[in-house]
């Protein structure tokens, strides 16, 4: 039986928030049914906080505008 090579492992970027700052993580496709812009809308109500969105779909585009509109972008990740 023969053996299978390990993989070399990668470093992972880091994805952490600066200092102690509260982080709103979001998971899943980006339509228009998941109500991703209340979230940027909830970001923008509190204070010093992030927001990361991990996912893609046809409202990207126009939610990385609706968190530049709002005053958030600095705080605001789409991850992909």
Same mark, same amino acid.
């Given at each position: 039986?023969?053996?299978? #090579?390990? +993989?070399? +492992? &990668?470093?992972?970027?880091?994805?952490?928030?600066?200092? !102690?700052?509260? =982080?709103?993580?979001?998971?899943?496709?980006?339509?228009?049914?998941?109500? $991703?812009? &209340? =979230?940027?809308?909830?970001? #923008?109500? #509190?204070?010093?906080?992030?927001?990361?969105? #991990?996912?893609?779909? !046809?409202?990207?585009?126009?939610?990385?505008?609706?968190?530049? &509109?709002?005053?958030?972008?600095?705080?605001?990740? $789409?991850?992909?």
């Amino acid at each position: 039986v023969g053996r299978r #090579a390990r +993989p070399t +492992p &990668v470093q992972a970027p880091r994805c952490t928030p600066p200092g !102690a700052a509260p =982080l709103i993580l979001a998971l899943g496709r980006l339509p228009e049914n998941k109500a $991703f812009e &209340v =979230l940027l809308k909830g970001g #923008a109500r #509190a204070p010093n906080t992030y927001v990361w969105i #991990a996912g893609e779909g !046809a409202l990207r585009k126009q939610l990385e505008e609706q968190a530049g &509109v709002l005053g958030i972008k600095p705080g605001v990740r $789409f991850l992909g």
